[in-house]
């Protein structure tokens, strides 16, 4: 296991870093905010306050902590030194935020090595701050959280996300047309870091989702894993740009398997 202190000092960064940026988008956002440009398609928006949040998170991990290296949604990347790399989305659920709808993050995670090890995902419009290191379980609040026993396949409801791209959705759409009889109901809410926070919290029995990049994933994945459910992606795989699921043993086999007959992941 990593070191202790380490950890401490990883997991008061993250903090740190989350709570300050989400400080920044919760009491800055301007009355008339705009759209900054486009990633993948049109819809799918960058904003000047995404922006503002990644330069604020970037310039406090550099000042205490300058030879970690770092990925952030909006670009910035650069190598490391001291075998630690953050993986940041600093505006988790930007098209939801530009709306005004309250699910949104900041998503922090501090990789060690290339794992995972701490994760801190805060939702300021929710009032809540959730986080987890490597074996020591997952806090919403500071207190802790665990998935919700499974229930049958048939009442089970599923998160799920859509990509930007046209073609993509489209495959997508197909996807939960497929699911959404044998289930309870099925569940969008914009923001991947918050979808598996759910998991986490028992809100979701699961959660899938294609194409979901690093600092979508990172932090909330531990989360989920942390408070005791079972994630990766296709069959034999961890998550990754393909697919990854979240959710409560019990829940997670069947959902696997069917994203698996279905081939969730292809066009």
């Not at 001291?82 to 993050?105: C, E, F, H, Q």
């Not at 809100?203 to 459910?229: F, K, M, N, T, V």
Request: include cysteine; aromatic fraction near 6%; proline fraction near 7%.
């Amino acid at each position: 296991m990593p070191d202790p202190a380490l950890l401490d000092e990883l997991l008061d960064v993250a903090l740190d870093a989350a709570r300050r940026a989400g400080a920044l988008l919760l009491d800055g956002r301007p009355a008339d905010l705009a759209v900054a440009g486009t990633k993948s398609s049109p819809v799918d928006v960058v904003t000047e306050m995404d922006l503002a949040s990644e330069k604020l998170v970037l310039e406090l991990i550099t000042a205490r902590r300058p030879e970690d290296g770092y990925l952030g949604e909006e670009g910035a990347e650069r190598p490391g030194t001291s075998g630690v790399r953050w993986i940041v989305d600093p505006l988790d659920g930007t098209v939801n935020y530009l709306y005004g709808l309250p699910s949104w993050a900041v998503s922090v995670a501090a990789e060690l090595d290339g794992r995972v090890v701490v994760g801190v995902v805060y939702a300021p419009a929710r009032g809540e701050l959730f986080h987890a290191v490597l074996g020591r379980g997952a806090l919403r609040e500071g207190q802790p959280v665990s998935a919700r026993p499974a229930p049958p396949w048939g009442q089970a409801l599923i998160g799920t996300g859509f990509a930007y791209v046209r073609e993509v959705r489209v495959r997508q759409a197909e996807v939960v047309l497929a699911l959404m009889p044998e289930v309870r109901d099925i569940r969008r809410g914009g923001a991947a870091a918050v979808d598996l926070c759910d998991v986490a919290a028992g809100r979701l029995d699961g959660y899938y989702e294609r194409g979901l990049a690093p600092w979508d994933r990172a932090a909330g994945c531990l989360i989920a894993a942390e408070a005791g459910a079972l994630v990766g992606g296709r069959p034999g795989q961890g998550p990754d740009g393909e697919l990854t699921v979240a959710a409560a043993p019990g829940v997670y086999e069947p959902l696997q398997e069917r994203l698996a007959a279905l081939r969730a992941w292809a066009d």
